[in-house]
């Protein structure tokens, strides 16, 4: 029997560079590369498949926005919308709140927010595809922030800032907090950051963490008390990358790193299984997990096989 709630995450098909880790599934369930899948009503994968599934604003109004007066009104409110970013936005502001039964689509690889970020809080069915998302302050946010909030996909972005400052100048790349569950991070380029990912947002948190899953320099993720399947993702330059903690249960497979110094580790009675995984001069030192299974199909491309894959195909690499 399932846990009434789970933080769920899936990392599948993701690309990171330094302090940048993300798994994402670069093919769908017919075995179609990711990238040439150019509909906005393509199905979920991973955990944001469940549940009753994860359809965004399919159904809704459409509506295109180049200005964040106009993004920050078309993203708001639970009716089912469709919101297509057009060029870049700019405004050094607190994140854009999202409604449920949302889709937020980057028109092409220029659709991008810069010095503001995403908030999914207390919604659900929200999808965010095609967006690149940089450079937000940390007294603004994270540059998506999933808290308490079900059924979110997030796919084919690119987020980054840079580190050129010291490691608290900006917040989280991608952080999924407060019992968020079916929650899928897949083909996203994550770079250029010193913490990139926080799944579980404190060691004090578990009466509100334990039992969810979570698809998802350090942090790429730091995953805490849920259960997550990181799979299929490509680590070049990550000091210290997937950390299971507190508990959590995660499933790493067919993962490749490049370049880190603790590419699976423990702390915390954290735990992990591990298949098929190519560590480059690191190693896993993770205390063996029972999470062995996931409730959703999907196809693992081997280790050997990641970078080309995922290289090119993950971040805003869709055309609508």
Same mark, same amino acid.
């Given at each position: 029997m399932a846990p009434s709630k789970w933080i769920t995450a899936v990392i599948a098909g993701c690309l990171s560079g330094q302090a940048l880790a993300v798994p994402t599934a670069t093919s769908d369930f017919e075995g179609n590369p990711l990238a040439k899948r150019t509909s906005i009503n @393509?199905?979920? *994968?991973?955990?944001?498949?469940?549940?009753?599934?994860?359809?965004?604003?399919?159904?809704?109004?459409?509506?295109?926005?180049?200005? +964040?007066?106009?993004?920050?009104?078309?993203? $708001?409110? @639970?009716?089912?919308?469709?919101?297509?970013?057009s060029g870049t936005i700019t405004q050094k502001a607190d994140q854009a709140r999202v409604g449920s039964n949302t889709s937020i689509i980057g028109k092409d690889s220029k659709a991008i927010l810069e010095n503001f970020g995403l908030l999914v809080k207390e919604k659900s069915n929200v999808i965010i595809r095609n967006l690149g998302i940089k450079k937000v302050l940390a007294d603004n946010g994270d540059a998506i922030g999933i808290?308490?909030?079900?059924?979110?996909?997030? @796919?084919?972005c690119d987020v980054s800032s840079d580190r050129d400052h010291d490691k608290d100048y900006y917040d989280g790349l991608i952080d999924i907090t407060h019992a968020a569950d079916y929650v899928?991070?897949?083909?996203?380029?994550?770079?250029?950051?010193? %913490?990139? $990912?926080?799944?579980?947002?404190?060691d004090n948190n578990g009466n509100e963490d334990t039992g969810h899953r979570y698809n998802i320099n350090s942090r790429a993720p730091s995953f805490r008390f849920g259960t997550g399947h990181i799979y299929n993702g490509y680590f070049e330059n990550v000091s210290d990358g997937i950390n299971t903690r507190k508990g959590a249960q995660l499933l790493v497979e067919s993962n490749s790193?490049?370049?880190?110094? &603790?590419?699976?580790? $423990?702390? @915390?009675?954290?735990?992990?299984?591990?298949?098929?995984?190519?560590?480059?001069?690191?190693?896993?030192?993770?205390? %063996?997990?029972?999470?062995?299974?996931?409730?959703? +199909?999907? *196809?693992?491309?081997?280790?050997? &096989?990641? %970078?080309?894959?995922v290289v090119g195909s993950a971040g805003q690499t869709l055309s609508f």
């Open positions: @393509d199905a979920a *994968t991973g955990y944001a498949s469940q549940n009753g599934g994860t359809k965004g604003g399919a159904g809704g109004t459409t509506t295109t926005v180049s200005s +964040s007066a106009a993004f920050t009104q078309a993203v $708001s409110g @639970d009716a089912a919308k469709v919101v297509v970013v808290q308490d909030s079900t059924n979110v996909w997030v @796919d084919h899928t991070v897949s083909n996203t380029f994550i770079h250029d950051h010193w %913490k990139a $990912s926080l799944i579980g947002h404190s790193f490049v370049g880190s110094k &603790k590419p699976l580790y $423990s702390t @915390d009675a954290g735990y992990a299984v591990a298949n098929d995984n190519g560590f480059g001069d690191g190693s896993n030192t993770a205390e %063996k997990g029972t999470l062995t299974s996931m409730p959703y +199909s999907y *196809t693992l491309l081997g280790s050997g &096989k990641v %970078k080309s894959a």
